[in-house]
């Protein structure tokens, strides 16, 4: 159940910092200046939110339905994983001059 995770004290802050909100949202709608700022700030803060898990559904949702990586899909360095050769590795001689 949700509502006994919460005491009264805790709900009734709440209760009070959405009644002030609200307040300077209604001040900010009648053209007090700083109020237009702070219902700015609230309403930028809420889209940028928005998009965020917005965007996070959407990366998720393409991971869920992409390929799945196998052992033998995953890029390994071929240096890393090669098997130890028979004998020493290759030597080059260096280039000779010819003039």
Do not use: E, K, Y
Request: charged letters at 5%; hydrophobic letters at 50%; proline letters at 10%.
């Amino acid at each position: 159940m949700l509502i006994p995770q919460f005491t009264l004290r805790r709900l009734m802050t709440v209760t009070a910092l959405i009644a002030v909100l609200s307040l300077i949202v209604t001040w900010g709608s009648h053209g007090t200046a700083w109020a237009v700022g702070v219902t700015a700030l609230l309403v930028l803060l809420v889209v940028t939110f928005a998009v965020h898990v917005a965007l996070f559904g959407i990366i998720w949702l393409v991971s869920q339905t992409s390929r799945r990586a196998t052992p033998q899909s995953v890029l390994v360095f071929p240096s890393l994983s090669a098997p130890p050769s028979d004998g020493p590795p290759p030597t080059t001689s260096p280039p000779t001059g010819t003039a």
